[in-house]
C-alpha cells in the first residue's frame, strides 16, 4: 500500500517590529519515547502521565531542529545551522536526519551565500551540523557569533561527559575552525543592533539565548532551554538526558521561563513544535506553551 506523503509547512515568516524573522525546519526525529529522556526512570510514570494530559503519545517523541533567520534589513542572521550531513560524514552518530537548510533558505529567498552573520547558541552537534558541507563552508560570507565561554569548553575538552565525546570531535572539525573568522559573545553583549545575548547555560555549559527587539516588540530565542513543548515547561525541574549539568540546567529553565511569563516575551524554541514561536503563560503550578496564532502577521 503506498503512503500519501506527509504535506506540513518548513518555512514560517513573521514580522517583529521592523525585522522580519523566518523560521525554517531543517530537520525532524522521531525517539522511542518521552521517558527516560524526561526525568529519568524515577519519573517515568509522572512524565507518561503528564503526556497523556497533553494529547501527546508517550512512546513516540517527536523532535524538531528549527534554525531562524533574522533580517533586519542591514544584516541577515542565522540562529543554528541544523543537522546538515552529520549522518553521511559521521556514520558512527547512527542514523541522523539530514538538514534541508541550505536549499529551504533559497526557497525563502535567502541562500546561504546571503546571510551576514551566524550565531551559535551551542555547541550540541544538531546546532552546529550544518556549518560545512563537502569540507565547504555553507555560509559563505559569513562572520561567525559563538557564545566564549561555550566555545572555550568545547575547544579545550576538558570536562567533556562520555555521551558527548563524538559530539566534541564534530565540535573540533566544523566549529574550531571558524574561530578566525568569529566573534566571542558574553551574555549581556549585543552581537548586532538589537540582539542581546542572555545566559542560558546548564544544557551546555555557556548556551547562549538572545533577546531580539525592535521598535518594543520582542523574541526570546531561548534555543534548548526547553526540550519539549509540554514536559519541559509544565515540569521544569525535570532533567533532560541531554542536559549537560542536569541542575544548573534546571534552575536555568526556571529563571528564564518566569522571565519570559513575567515580561511576556515572544518565545522561539528550537525544539518546539514548528514553526516554534509562542508564549509561556504562567499556571497554578506551572507554566504552559501557548502557541503563537496570528499576533506577529503583517
Ligand atoms: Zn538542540
Redesign the pocket.
Known amino acids: 500500500m503506498t503512503q500519501t506523503p506527509q504535506v506540513k509547512p518548513t518555512i514560517d515568516r513573521f514580522r517583529l517590529g521592523v525585522f522580519d524573522i523566518t523560521c525554517i525546519l531543517d530537520s525532524k526525529t522521531v525517539r522511542g519515547g518521552l521517558t527516560p529522556s524526561h526525568g529519568g526512570e524515577a519519573h517515568a510514570e509522572a512524565v507518561r502521565a503528564l503526556a497523556r494530559a497533553n494529547r501527546v503519545d508517550p512512546e513516540r517523541y517527536e523532535h524538531p ?1 528549527t534554525p531562524i533567520l533574522l533580517d533586519t534589513g542591514r544584516e541577515r542572521v542565522l540562529f543554528d545551522t541544523g543537522n546538515g550531513a552529520l549522518g553521511k560524514d559521521f556514520p558512527q552518530l547512527g542514523p541522523r536526519p539530514e538538514g534541508r537548510l541550505p536549499e529551504l533558505l533559497r526557497q525563502a529567498g535567502c541562500p546561504p551565500e546571503k546571510i551576514d552573520v551566524v550565531v551559535i547558541t ?1 555547541g ?1 552537534m ?2 552546529i551540523g550544518g556549518l560545512f558541507r563537502g569540507g565547504e563552508r555553507v555560509f559563505s560570507n559569513a562572520r561567525y557569533v559563538f557564545g566564549a565561554a561555550e566555545f572555550d569548553f568545547w575547544r579545550r575538552g576538558e570536562n567533556v561527559r562520555e555521551a558527548r565525546r563524538v559530539n566534541r570531535e564534530i565540535f573540533m572539525q566544523v566549529a574550531a575552525p571558524l574561530a578566525e573568522r568569529a566573534t566571542f559573545a558574553n551574555p549581556g553583549d549585543e552581537i548586532v543592533p538589537g540582539v542581546r545575548a542572555i545566559d542560558a547555560s546548564g544544557h551546555s555549559p555557556g548556551m547562549l539565548a538572545f533577546l531580539i527587539e525592535s521598535e518594543g516588540k520582542r523574541l526570546l530565542n531561548w ?2 532551554t526547553c ?1 519539549h513543548f509540554a514536559i519541559s515547561i509544565q515540569r521544569p525541574d525535570l532533567s533532560l538526558d ?1 542536559d549537560d549539568d542536569k541542575e544548573k540546567a534546571a534552575a536555568t529553565r526556571a529563571r528564564i521561563l518566569e522571565m519570559a511569563a513575567r515580561e511576556e516575551f515572544f518565545v522561539a524554541g ?2 518546539m513544535p514548528f514553526p516554534g514561536v509562542g508564549y509561556i503563560d504562567r499556571t497554578a503550578n506551572g507554566y504552559r506553551w501557548v502557541p503563537h496564532s496570528y499576533q506577529l502577521n503583517p
Open positions: 531542529f551551542h550540541h544538531d546546532h534555543s534548548d526540550g541531554v528550537y525544539h
